[in-house]
């Protein structure tokens, strides 16, 4: 029974392989007749024109300010609280991480959010992964947190993926084919839902989501709402498009396709989720106040808030056991993207420092119990996470002001020896 298993997995193992090198070969005879993948051109995000100075560099500002901050001598006058050209209001900014269906904690946050009667309407709303679906419906507003709940309570993997790995493989190099989640996305992301992303982008507001271009590695952000104020026919196709890529797991899924045009020749560029490059990000709009030139120091986002929603834990759960060499593998996979997601945390926590922005963090607790997969959309499982989160939120329990590691149980300190003695059970 055991070599029965092992010729079974090698078999297996030989016809995944193949059906990969035959379908690096068919990629060949499908590219013919494309555009050529784009060169390696500037990652900043920028609206056809061109006009980069839409897009304030907040990381650089904060690299300024804290290295002017660190730089001042004993006695020297402290710096203001806020720029002499600070913003007519305080920012709202919401970054919501990826996480699969652990995606629906953060839904039912914003719902219960929503009916406390607080939830602030966000200047800027940023989203990767699953968190880039939780983004684009919230930036459209509370009236369209249906949408929230039912993709977030009712979704199943069937509805999401087709799993087809021979077939995939042979034709867009992935294990599954994301045609359900595409027939979805059509269908919900409609021309009323783009209209209010162009009314709403009208107004100022801005919607980034991010995902990864599958040749240069790194993460891409795209301004859905200028994508879809840009005039052009497939303007609302290329929303679509983006959240699809968005959610388009590497190797699970098959990237999304673009066409760019770089010094006026026509290139493809292909797009994947971006949760493996970046977990959370902060971007500001257009009227955003810069640094002031004069005081670098001074804390020019003075009275902003900066909300983080975390798509699941912030560490993961230990397991029991000598664990198998796929699950060691898996482990070390998940366990990179949860450290991922911390280090985006503390950058998001060191940009909040330096503007003076107050910081803002959820995540689901650490002793829930929650389905070990994200990948696995079980409308039960989803549900009690919406509950979490909507339970959460109207509690008053929601929110912490410090990132990971900054409480002494979290705190990873060097062991010098190796007796321990654990507190006692709660």
């Not at 009236?143 to 993709?151: A, I, N, S």
Request: charged content about 20%; hydrophobic content about 40%; overall charge positive.
């Amino acid at each position: 029974m055991r070599r029965s298993r092992a010729v079974g997995t090698s078999f297996a193992v030989t016809i995944a392989l193949t059906a990969t090198a035959v379908g690096l070969g068919c990629s060949t005879l499908r590219d013919r007749g494309k555009p050529p993948l784009a060169p390696q051109v500037s990652q900043r995000s920028q609206d056809d024109a061109g006009r980069t100075a839409n897009y304030p560099n907040i990381e650089q500002q904060t690299y300024e300010t804290l290295a002017a901050a660190l730089a001042a001598r004993p006695g020297d006058a402290p710096a203001g609280p806020v720029s002499a050209v600070g913003p007519p209001r305080p920012l709202q900014i919401l970054a919501v991480s990826g996480g699969g269906q652990y995606g629906a904690y953060g839904a039912g946050l914003l719902v219960g959010w929503t009916q406390t009667g607080q939830r602030p309407e966000f200047d800027v709303i940023t989203g990767i992964s699953s968190g880039a679906f939780v983004a684009s419906i919230s930036f459209i507003g509370p009236k369209w947190d249906w949408l929230l709940t039912k993709v977030f309570t009712t979704s199943t993997t069937k509805d999401l993926i087709k799993t087809q790995p021979v077939r995939s493989l042979l034709t867009t190099q992935s294990l599954s084919s994301s045609a359900p989640m595409k027939t979805l996305i059509d269908r919900e992301v409609n021309r009323e839902f783009c209209d209010d992303v162009r009314a709403q982008h009208c107004r100022g507001r801005r919607c980034f989501i991010g995902t990864m271009n599958q040749n240069t590695r790194r993460v891409v952000i795209w301004d859905l709402g200028a994508i879809a104020c840009s005039g052009r026919p497939d303007a609302d196709d290329l929303v679509r498009n983006v959240l699809l890529a968005a959610a388009a797991v590497p190797f699970l899924l098959p990237a999304v396709e673009f066409d760019v045009t770089v010094n006026g020749v026509n290139y493809r560029e292909a797009h994947n989720d971006g949760g493996t490059v970046c977990q959370s990000f902060v971007r500001l709009p257009p009227s955003a106040p810069p640094t002031d030139p004069a005081d670098p120091a001074k804390r020019w986002l003075a009275g902003s808030k900066t909300y983080v929603i975390a798509g699941g834990k912030v560490f993961l759960d230990p397991v029991e056991g000598r664990p198998s060499a796929l699950g060691r593998a898996r482990g070390a996979a998940s366990g990179s993207l949860y450290a991922l997601y911390r280090a985006d945390l503390w950058r998001v926590y060191a940009i909040c420092v330096a503007s003076g922005m107050e910081f803002r963090h959820t995540a689901v607790p650490q002793d829930a119990v929650v389905s070990p997969s994200a990948f696995e959309f079980d409308p039960v499982a989803m549900t009690k996470l919406y509950k979490l989160g909507y339970d959460r939120i109207l509690s008053g329990e929601a929110w912490s002001q410090t990132p990971p590691g900054t409480t002494p149980d979290e705190a990873e300190l060097p062991r010098a020896g190796f007796d321990f003695t654990l507190p006692p059970a709660k």
